[in-house]
């Protein structure tokens, strides 16, 4: 059974920074595509970024530039580094494996 518990969200002014973790459980998490979600109020969940098991990465493109993901394999962990936050980044956060796996959410608030 793979759990994915993220980790990291909370209240930040805007043009602060946060750092998401997505801790997962299970075997071979280094095989597996890992990926952060979005899903704002009254909007549908939206693809943030992902990283592949060879560490290439991809970003969708309000948040190039300001967010970065990454992988620590040894600890079965996925990070999103946050910067530069304004508040159309308030959204829960979902980190997803590959084959169809997600957290529960992170709550970020970005709000004076």
């Known amino acids: 059974q793979v759990q994915l518990v993220e980790s990291g969200g909370g209240l930040v002014q805007p043009g602060g920074s946060l750092r998401l973790s997505c801790a997962a459980s299970g075997n071979l998490f280094s095989a597996y595509t890992m990926s952060w979600h979005r899903q704002a109020p009254g909007k549908q969940r939206e693809f943030v970024a992902h990283i592949t098991r060879t560490g290439t990465t991809s970003y969708t493109d309000s948040v190039k530039g300001r967010f970065t993901i990454s992988r620590d394999n040894a600890k079965s962990t996925v990070y999103l580094q946050m910067n530069s936050l304004t508040p159309e980044d308030t959204a829960i956060y979902y980190c997803?494996?590959?084959?169809?796996?997600w957290g529960q959410g992170t709550q970020v608030t970005v709000s004076a």
């Open positions: 997803r494996r590959e084959g169809g796996f």
